[in-house]
């Protein structure tokens, strides 16, 4: 991906509690990405490192002590500060959208899901709208990165991707609902309204799960025309190892070796014959005469 290049739909960052899958916002343009990029980068170049780099090289030169010794280490110090920052700048804009190892929050996660999800956001709905979130992320991922993506809809992962956002951001606003449910669990005399309650997020959990269901659906079909292109694959470099094999035969070196034996058993046998040398181990011994 190209530093200033939009990321993919999913990825995977490294966070400060460990790598974790990460679902961008659809709405993220090419342009607004390429500005944030930049404004990391300058954001960056005004570190102390810098800063400290640029006045130390301003004083020397505007003092003219550039001829001294001292000048010229303090020089030479002063471009390894600046360019040291220039680095870390470099380094940390090439890294935005996969380093979120920080002691505080980056400008990426201050407004959480204005430029991307991650699993970890849905922990604290519970087990399984964290599963179901984690794998309607996976499946998104595998819808924009299958092989048989050449052959079907191109506007598909598309669509897929802003579905699975729109549904996601949403599952993320029942937080509230599913904290005011736990309390009316543990009210005395609230049953009814904590039933009620428990229904209606019953209600929008069945309708995430049917979503990942359907993009289920669509995984399977393209797992399966994966394995049916990678059948294809293997037939025809099978095809072009079996021809292979049929241009290099050797069989016509066999049948030209296979005259050979003869050739040095008649010379062999001749040459027994003329040095009186006996027979060979294979040969029978000749018969007796019957007296």
């Known amino acids: 991906m190209s530093l200033l290049e939009k990321p993919d739909a999913v990825t995977v960052g ?11 916002n659809p709405a993220v343009t090419s342009k607004r990405w390429r500005c944030q990029v930049l404004r990391v980068f300058l954001a960056r170049c005004l570190s102390t490192r810098c800063a400290l780099g640029i006045l130390v090289l301003a004083m020397v030169v505007g003092t003219g002590a550039t001829e001294s010794l001292g000048g010229a280490l303090a020089v030479g110090g002063a471009i390894a500060l600046l360019l040291s920052g220039l680095c870390d700048a470099g380094i940390t804009a090439a890294c935005l959208a996969t380093e979120h ?34 794998l309607l992320i996976d499946l998104t991922g595998e819808l ?29 606003r029942t937080a509230p609902a599913r904290r005011h449910a736990a309390r009316l669990v543990a009210m005395p005399g609230e049953a009814d ?27 399977t079909l393209t797992r399966a025309w994966e394995a049916k292109l990678r059948h294809a694959e293997l037939v025809e470099s099978t095809s072009a190892v079996e021809a292979e094999l049929r241009a290099a035969s050797i069989g016509m070196l066999v049948e030209v070796a296979e005259e050979l034996p003869k050739a040095v058993f008649a010379y062999v046998t001749a040459a027994r014959d003329l040095t009186g040398a006996g027979r060979f181990p294979w040969e029978l011994p000749a018969a007796e005469p019957v007296p």
């Open 14 to 24: 490294d966070f400060a509690d460990g790598p974790d899958i990460m679902l961008w």
């Open 101 to 134: 190892q920080h002691g505080r929050r980056c400008a990426l996660e201050r407004s959480p899901g204005e430029f991307f999800l991650r699993s970890d956001d849905f922990l604290d709905l519970g087990p399984a709208a964290h599963r179901t979130a984690g």
């Open 144 to 172: 924009h990165t299958t092989a048989a993506r050449d052959w079907i809809d191109p506007e598909l992962p598309g669509r897929v991707h802003q579905a699975v956002w729109d549904a996601l951001t949403r599952l993320i």
């Open 193 to 219: 309204l904590a039933a009620t309650t428990a229904t209606a997020i019953a209600d929008f959990d069945g309708l995430l799960g049917e979503l990942l269901f359907h993009l289920q659906g669509c995984v």
